[in-house]
T-cell receptor, first 113, second 111 residues
């Protein structure tokens, strides 16, 4: 069964450093998303991406964040200058046209020290 | 009022019992509804979409009440493997692509 994959599974970085989180969505899906989940809290929407552009973003997704689809398979989330409060689990998700059901990757645990 | 509200639990239920969760949502323009399950430190996994007519998938039944703005999930003949956090998820209108998660209801199935 096709699935969303994410790398790395765990990333430790120092405050102020840039990180890039990588995702490979399900191959025929056209809509891509990033979410985050701070430990003990709910899953929060960050950004949605379709047709090579951002379709929607939340207040959390400020100028420190960017997304890119550099090739036909990868979808990345970049945080330019990480803060302690960026420590969270980051999930990538994708969906196909014609359905709103989103499928999630296993997540990247980001720890900012 | 929170966008999606759930009783956090935990629900401690003996194996084989039936358990039901409710969820309420605040935006009457919400269009699509889902139940996901999340195991500890894992990703949310889609359990089922919720349709206006109600739908069933094996031991799981989901209902939607648009007038009262709530969604329910019923689990029959619960198994130990059903222990997880159940997330109520709502998508707003057609112009919105994001989905909104509730905080989840924790379920422990007791042997």
């Amino acid at each position: 069964e096709p699935e969303v994959t994410q790398t790395p599974s765990h990333q430790v970085t120092q405050m102020g450093q840039e990180v890039i989180l990588r995702c490979v969505p399900i191959s025929n899906h056209l809509y891509f998303y990033w979410y985050r989940q701070i430990l003990g809290q709910k899953v929060e929407f960050l950004v949605s991406f379709y047709n090579n552009e951002i379709s929607e973003k939340s207040e959390i997704f400020d100028d420190q964040f960017s997304v890119e689809r550099p090739d036909g398979s990868n979808f990345t989330l970049k945080i330019r200058s990480t803060k302690l409060e960026d420590s969270a689990m980051y999930f990538c998700a994708s969906r196909d046209r014609g359905t709103y059901e989103q499928y999630f990757g296993p997540g990247t645990r980001l720890t900012v020290t | 009022r929170k966008e999606v509200e759930q009783d956090p639990g935990p629900f401690n239920v003996p194996e084989g019992a039936t358990v039901a969760f409710n969820c309420t949502y605040s935006n009457s323009a919400s269009q699509s509804f889902f139940w996901y399950r999340q195991d500890c430190r894992k990703e949310p996994k889609l359990l089922m979409s919720v349709y206006s007519s109600g739908n069933e998938d094996g031991r799981f039944t989901a209902q939607l009440n648009r007038a009262s703005q709530y969604i329910s999930l019923l689990i029959r003949d619960s198994k130990l493997s059903d222990s997880a956090t159940y997330l109520c998820v709502v998508k707003l209108g057609s112009r919105d692509d994001k989905i909104i998660f509730g905080k989840g209801t924790r379920l422990h199935i007791l042997p």
